[in-house]
């Protein structure tokens, strides 16, 4: 019978294999990417991967590992995704993806251990200065001044809905949305070493982080909810007071940076939970590889307006991906409509498409013309 060293060194040689397998796999996807670049194709194929899903369970000589290869080819195809954006968006010229020229200094809200600056390092890679603020509009601010080349925030959570701050102030200031990121969101309650749940008195998070874990808080009624700047800032607050009373909602990276327990792990209500965030900057970014379209529009209080623009995007088969509506300050009663559009800014069709819809709106303004993230 084989002891557990010949088990590892059986495991050690098929991951050898593995690589070598996945790195060929790497190279083709790299000549797929060329060719939807040539052919302004979409990244994301849902066809081809359920179809991909499937060939991998059949050929299984075992049935009960189908959940598992399908978790594994799951994520095969998702770094090959991420693959493809990243050499579209650096042959297209878009600062995104690690591949930015180097110097750049990138603005975010929260401190160091934020779901934000988790998200910036992400699109951009390491090797930038980057620059923490307090709130969403010093971010704006700051971009601004030119204190910084462009800034991240969060405009979408997939349990939580919309991030309405963001949509607020891309409506006041006069800047472009020239990426988007998303990453997977994990909520830990973080206290000081060695406190218990049963010394926690008050819980401290950003309010997304309280609404994404309100199943779990809903069992402790007696911890007061206290809604503060940032995940990471709320961690921070807790290490500093020195009150084992005091609980934090936030990474496990602002765990380890500011020298907090994870109490209770992972409490976010759903398992998938997600946050899309924008990179915005001073001037459009323009390249091939851009498939969503994001304006915003002002329409006139009558009946049927809605459904006159809306009509607009259907006669022209252009996909609308999203809408969402906000409040226009001190006019009570009147709304702007921010909509999210599948294609390139530079086609016949979309610029078509988007002249008829100003004609029609009162006010109207391109938010960015960028590559989507497909997760």
């Not at 194929?45 to 000589?61: F, I, K, P």
């Not at 009960?64 to 978790?71: H, K, L, R, V």
Request: negative net charge; aromatic residues 10%.
């Amino acid at each position: 019978m084989q002891d557990l060293k010949d088990y590892r060194r059986q495991i050690d040689q098929i991951d050898d294999q593995l690589v070598g397998l996945f790195e060929q796999r790497l190279n083709a996807i790299l000549q797929i990417a060329a060719y939807k670049k040539a052919h302004r194709m979409s990244i994301l194929q849902s066809d081809r991967e359920e179809e991909v899903l499937r060939h991998a369970v059949s050929a299984l000589e075992n049935p009960d590992f189908a959940e598992e290869i399908e978790a594994l080819f799951r994520s095969v195809m998702q770094v090959s995704r991420h693959l493809q954006r990243r050499r579209l968006t650096r042959e297209g010229g878009s600062p995104s993806a690690g591949t930015a020229e180097a110097g750049l200094t990138l603005g975010f809200q929260g401190v160091e251990g934020s779901f934000s600056e988790a998200a910036l390092i992400a699109f951009f890679g390491e090797g930038h200065q980057r620059r923490h603020y307090e709130h969403f509009e010093d971010v704006f601010q700051a971009l601004e001044k030119q204190e910084i080349d462009f800034g991240i925030l969060p405009i979408e959570n997939s349990s939580t809905g919309s991030v309405n701050e963001t949509y607020d102030l891309l409506l006041k200031y006069d800047f472009y949305i020239v990426g988007e990121q998303s990453i997977a969101v994990q909520q830990h309650l973080l206290g000081l070493p060695g406190a218990k749940l049963e010394d926690i008195r008050e819980v401290y998070s950003h309010p997304q982080g309280l609404a994404q874990s309100s199943d779990f808080l809903k069992k402790h009624r007696k911890w007061q909810q206290i809604p503060y700047h940032n995940t990471a800032i709320s961690a921070k607050m807790v290490a500093e007071s020195k009150d084992p009373g005091k609980a934090a909602i936030a990474s496990s990276r602002a765990a380890a940076l500011y020298g907090l327990e994870i109490l209770q792990p992972c409490i976010n209500d759903l398992k998938e939970n997600n946050t899309l965030f924008v990179v915005i900057g001073r001037r459009r970014q323009q390249t091939e590889a851009d498939n969503k379209v994001s304006v915003v529009f002002w329409l006139k209080n009558q009946p049927g307006s809605l459904a006159k623009m809306l009509s607009i995007f259907a006669a022209n088969h252009i996909n609308m991906t999203k809408i969402e509506s906000r409040p226009v300050q001190y006019r009570p009663w009147e709304y702007v409509f921010y909509v999210d559009l599948e294609g390139n800014m530079d086609t016949p069709l979309m610029k078509e498409t988007l002249r008829q819809a100003e004609d029609e709106a009162q006010k109207f303004r391109l938010l960015g013309s960028y590559p989507r993230y497909d997760q």
